[in-house]
T-cell receptor, first 106, second 114 residues
Framework: DAKTTQPNSMESNEEEPVHLPCNHSTISGTDYIHWYRQLPSQGPEYVIH???SNVNNRMASLAIAEDRKSSTLILHRATLRDAAVYYC???????FGAGTRLTVKP | EPEVTQTPSHQVTQMGQEVILRCVPI?????FYWYRQILGQKVEFLVSFYNNEISEKSEIFDDQFSVERPDGSNFTLKIRSTKLEDSAMYFCASSGFGRVSGYTFGSGTRLTVV
């Protein structure tokens, strides 16, 4: 089973920021935290990953807690195209859980 | 942007038949993976492959399954004798530095066993 815990679903309004939480209390010192998303009828898509420091890329930001037992994926301005299932995964496991289904309302 | 290409996009096969799902990973990637997703369920890990051998496999990946990199570009998943419960989307992925780097997934092959 996946070693991360995420809420089953979240809602956001278009053009507002979204914070998607993930708990990984059993994370090891060598685990990278990966985030993927899966749009309807598509394969998983890499979003971002990090080890200890917060990370930014063109898609999102990743905020990692100081104790690394939790992290938050931040979409700065949600668009309708961001509606997807978001998965938080530890790289030493690379098993997908159920993820968080994000709904974006216009 | 480089892509992982999977063919065919949809395959229908009769129960008991052999199927081969094909993938062309990103050209400079060295680590390859197969996942599957039964309709309405989560994405499940099947197998990882590096340096021409399986590096890890899940309990799903039994003797009916095999993987091969027959040449420098293709990565295949073979199911020897398909069962109804093998019906699923099969996703191929590749990465440049194994689990440290992000995986790039293909768009999948929908396998329907009838």
């Amino acid at each position: 089973d996946a070693k991360t815990t995420q809420p089953n679903s979240m809602e956001s309004n278009e053009e507002e920021p979204v914070h998607l939480p993930c708990n990984h209390s059993t994370i090891s010192g060598t685990d990278y935290i990966h985030w993927y998303r899966q749009l309807p009828s598509q394969g998983p898509e890499y979003v971002i990953h990090g080890l200890t420091s917060n990370v930014n890329n063109r898609m999102a930001s990743l905020a990692i807690a100081e104790d690394r037992k939790s992290s938050t994926l931040i979409l700065h301005r949600a668009t309708l195209r961001d509606a997807a299932v978001y998965y938080c995964i530890l790289n030493n496991d690379m098993r997908f859980g159920a993820g968080t289904r994000l709904t974006v309302k216009p | 942007e480089p892509e992982v290409t999977q063919t065919p996009s949809h395959q229908v096969t009769q129960m008991g038949q052999e199927v081969i799902l094909r993938c062309v990973p990103i050209s400079n990637h060295l680590y390859f993976y197969w996942y599957r997703q039964i309709l309405g369920q989560k994405v499940e890990f099947l197998v990882s492959f590096y340096n021409n051998e399986i590096s890890e496999k899940s309990e799903i990946f039994d003797d009916q399954f095999s993987v091969e990199r027959p040449d420098g570009s293709n990565f295949t998943l073979k199911i020897r004798s398909t069962k109804l419960e093998d019906s699923a989307m099969y996703f191929c992925a590749s990465s440049g530095f194994g689990r440290v780097s992000g995986y790039t997934f293909g768009s999948g092959t929908r396998l329907t066993v009838v």
